[in-house]
């Protein structure tokens, strides 16, 4: 079941005269239950993304659906339902997250309220929660008590308070150390295998990428490469990780060649093509051989 669909997306911002193109066609889709990666470095997209799959944006052109939301078509007051019923959110700064002075039990229980969930049925599911991020122990605890990895836990868990389809995490663990980084991984695993909620976690780091089965580049913005990691047994019974990358091809027949691809033989505006049974070849164009 597809949980994200975008088609041929656009987004334009006006700045003073000038139009900044921040999507220009992108494509993505996203299977229910999935937990992937979507990477790129600064102006490639990736926020614009995120504020689009978050209704927190409009697009300017194109698809873009969730759950079986149309977010380009949502009113004013449909885009406040989605963000409280559909999406959660996990920001990189803790202070976006939790209120200092609730502890993690109080942090996870204010959306609840704010649901009109009654005390007893909030307390039993925060508890719930907290039991499964690891946390439970430390319910009572301010967030100036929790360092940064158990805050962004909490972080999580207050996300899903609401039971949303989506999870996106941005950066979640971009101020945080490599150890406590793998916590914070082994938790949106746990959530996503116990719960199935689909989670989306954007940054620009490749090697968080790699906490996850489905790593999506986007550059320019466009889905450019996809990279997909499956586990298996090697004949002396380790166990390893085996990535393959593709490039993403879109409805017209375009796609991104990576950069370091591009950089290793040197192209440059045009490259020659030639199609051959069961692939095509790419070349830097320079004169063929019996042209010389």
Known sequence: MTQILCDNLVKIYKVADLEVVALQGLD???????LIAIVGTSGSGKSTLQNILGAIDIP???????????????????????????AGFVWQQTTRNLLPYLTAQENVELPLILDGMPGI???????????????GDLAGRRPEELSGGEQQRVAIAIALANRPKILLADEPTGELDSETAEEVFATFRAVNRELGVTIVVLTHDPLVSEQVDRTIAIRDGRTSTETLRRREVDEAGEHRVVAEEFAVLDRTGRLQLPNEYVDALELERRVRLALEPDHIGVWPDQPAEGER
Not at 28 to 34: N, T
Not at 60 to 86: H, N, P, Q
């Open 60 to 86: 300017t052109a194109g698809k873009a659906e969730v759950a079986g939301f149309d977010l380009t078509s949502l009113t004013a007051k449909e885009r406040t339902i989605y963000r409280r019923r559909i």
């Open 28 to 34: 993505l889709h996203v299977e229910a239950g999935e």
């Open 121 to 135: 049925d909030r307390r039993a599911y925060s508890d719930e929660l907290l039991e499964l991020i690891g946390m």
